[in-house]
């Protein structure tokens, strides 16, 4: 008897620590992003925060924080979302369920679409910025679908005639598009806005680069517009999965 007993409470505690992590109410699925180095952000502070977050949310929606946390809101595009409390505590169960009490990024389901959170110390600079180098914002176009982060490094420094490793600083389009696949990552750059050739220098490719792996939690297929080059027009960067 005590041995039946035992075998079904091992049953049950095996199938409880075999449900799956929170998901974002709907995100198809949550993907939070934890960024290395981990810094840690505490977990009561980060509900506060949360408790600040507008619950229509568009480009110009402020921050909110609450002592050693700043919780920064975006839609992913650029039309306004609207979220409901509920979905916003999905979200962050679901980043925390990953993360811990640490900094990062995820994407959670609105009504109309898809809003970004991210997380950080306050008094950090947020990781969701994209410095002014911006035209179009990123659309994660398949947040379900993964690019391994390396590979998308990799095939950036292979855009263009020669790439753009050092010594070379500038991105040099010529004939409209070039395209560079590593692993898993394949990137295709267009110059775009009336251009057929551009130049674009690495720290402002590196930026948008940067901003559209935050904004989306990590890579996944979709793309962003990139301000500005010689002698005119934008940069079209996208993602796709090789």
């Known amino acids: 008897m005590y041995t039946s007993l ?7 505690l095996s199938a409880t620590s075999a449900l799956p992590a929170p998901q974002a109410n709907g995100a198809a699925p949550a993907q939070p992003f ?6 840690k952000v505490p977990d009561a502070d980060c509900k506060a925060a949360l408790a600040k977050v507008a619950l229509t949310v568009d480009a110009a929606t402020p921050a909110a924080a609450s002592g ?5 809101a975006k839609p992913v595009g650029t039309a306004a979302v609207k979220v409901t409390k509920a979905q916003l505590d999905a979200g962050f169960a679901a980043f925390k369920a990953k993360c811990g009490d640490t900094r990062g990024s995820i994407v959670v389901k609105g009504t109309g679409g898809d809003v970004t959170l991210a997380i950080s110390k306050t008094g950090a600079r ?3 910025t994209d410095g002014g180098n911006v035209q179009v914002p990123p659309t994660c176009t398949n947040p379900s679908v993964k690019i391994v982060d390396g590979d ?3 095939a950036q420094l292979g855009l263009g ?3 753009i ?3 070379i600083e500038v991105l040099r389009v010529n004939g409209t598009t070039t395209t560079s696949t590593f692993g898993t990552c394949k990137m295709t750059a267009t110059a775009v806005d009336g251009a057929k050739t551009i130049n674009c220098s690495k720290g402002r490719l590196q930026a948008g680069f940067r901003f559209f792996r935050d904004t989306c939690g990590g890579f996944t297929p979709g793309s962003l517009v990139i301000k500005g080059g010689a002698p005119g027009g934008n940069l079209l960067l996208e993602f796709a999965k090789a």
């Open 6 to 12: 035992l075998l079904v409470a091992l049953s049950a």
């Open 152 to 154: 998308c490094n990799r």
């Open 34 to 39: 934890c960024p290395t180095p981990l810094v």
């Open 161 to 163: 005639p020669g790439g």
């Open 68 to 72: 050693q946390c700043t919780i920064t």
């Open 165 to 167: 490793r050092k010594p």
């Open 126 to 128: 947020s990781k969701l």
